[in-house]
Nanobody, 120 residues
Framework: QVQLVESGGGSVEAGGSLRLSCTAS???????MGWFRQTPGNEREGVAC???????GYENFAEGRFTISQDKSKNTLYLQMNNVRPEDTAMYYC???????????????WGQGTQVTVSS
């Protein structure tokens, strides 16, 4: 079993930046790791992922504004969010043990989420 703990969420004005962190209880290799987000009443959607190859994947809305990265020495996944918009307001979740990049149903482990609120 793997526990994932997110941090770094909060309130920010439009155009600002946030960095989300997700620390795993142990090293996870050989599977996809990713960030997802969800707003009340809506399906969870993918944001970005790191593939087992090390290549990155992004949803269109995240491309050019968000950057996913990891520090394997710290078992930590990051999401740098720049130039945020009010529509980025959501609960953000990290996930691990995935078998595809942005398919939420394909991940085995999930964090508890961290709230990001962007004001205009």
């Amino acid at each position: 079993q793997v526990q994932l703990v997110e941090s770094g969420g909060g309130s920010v004005e439009a155009g600002g930046s946030l960095r989300l962190s997700c620390t795993a209880s142990r090293s996870i290799t050989g599977s996809y790791m990713g960030w997802f987000r969800q707003t009340p009443g809506n399906e969870r959607e993918g944001v970005a992922c790191i593939k087992p190859s090390g290549r990155l994947g992004y949803e269109n809305f995240a491309e050019g504004r968000f950057t996913i990265s990891q520090d394997k020495s710290k078992n930590t996944l990051y999401l740098q969010m720049n130039n945020v918009r009010p529509e980025d307001t959501a609960m953000y979740y990290c996930a691990a043990g995935g078998t595809s990049c942005l398919g939420g149903r394909d991940y085995r482990y999930w964090g508890q989420g961290t709230q990001v609120t962007v004001s205009s």
